[in-house]
């Protein structure tokens, strides 16, 4: 069965603090990985975008990494805000039957002072 | 301004009653998605359609049907609501050139649909 799994469930850090989130994987065949912030009560906003050949891509203080022999994949925030404070999705591309996205259930991020 | 919206936003029926969410989108994008969002799930797809007069099931179907008479709207509508479709809808959109699924969706931010 295709699944993303994402670790942890929730997070709290400091205000200027780094965090990593975790994404793994089973879906195959395997187009590309995405990750969404979702603010509160607000539809799901696109991060980054990687193929199968990309093994990093940033925007902003915000840098996805992908390994697509292990399908893993990471999000790392450096310098986090408050404004960070969010659900982090990670959804995985399926090219196999149905074409379709497979959604990770998100990380809750909350950055406090 | 350009963007997608959906109405209502938070929307509370009884069982049996038909209800429509609405979704708009200013891009003319081809792609528009349907997703209902509940705890300890991820969002899941009802309906999707690639073009005008073109809609196809997602993972979730049974109990909705939508419509896409023009580019712009894909309204969904749950022909007799039952209390396991209380849940957050999210509408959303792509792109056509890049096929789809490989360009980032765009979602609107939301329906809140209570049924009881």
């Known amino acids: 069965k295709n699944q993303v799994e994402q670790s942890p469930q929730s997070l709290i850090i400091l205000e200027g603090k780094n965090c990593t989130l975790q994404?793994?994987?089973?879906?195959?065949?395997?187009?590309?990985l995405r990750w969404y912030k979702q603010d509160t009560g607000r539809g799901p906003v696109s991060l980054t975008i990687?193929?199968?050949?990309?093994n990093t891509k940033s925007n902003g203080r915000y840098t996805a990494t992908l390994d697509a022999d292990t399908k893993q994949s990471s999000l790392h925030i450096t310098a986090s805000q408050l404004s960070d404070s969010a659900s982090y999705i990670c959804?995985?591309?399926?090219?196999?039957?149905?074409?379709?996205?497979?959604f990770g259930t998100g990380t809750q991020l909350k950055v406090e002072l | 301004d350009a963007g997608i919206t959906q109405s209502p936003r938070y929307k509370i029926t009884e069982t049996g009653r038909q209800v429509t969410l609405m979704c708009h989108q200013t891009?003319?994008?081809?792609?528009m998605f349907w997703y209902r969002q509940d705890l300890g799930h991820g969002l899941r797809l009802i309906y999707y359609?690639?073009?005008?007069?073109?809609?196809d099931k997602g993972e979730v179907p049974d109990g909705y049907v939508v419509s896409r008479s023009k580019t712009e709207n894909f309204p969904l509508t749950l022909e007799s609501a039952t209390r396991s479709q209380t849940s957050v809808y999210f509408c959303?959109?792509?792109?056509?050139?890049?096929?789809?699924?490989?360009?980032?969706?765009?979602f609107g931010d939301g329906t809140r649909l209570s049924i009881l």
């Open positions: 959303a959109s792509s792109d056509r050139r890049a096929q789809g699924l490989r360009q980032p969706q765009h």
């Open positions: 994404c793994n994987y089973t879906v195959s065949p395997f187009s590309n």
């Open positions: 990687m193929t199968f050949s990309e």
């Open positions: 959804v995985v591309h399926n090219t196999g039957g149905g074409n379709k996205l497979t």
């Open positions: 891009w003319s994008h081809s792609y």
């Open positions: 359609s690639a073009a005008a007069d073109i809609t």
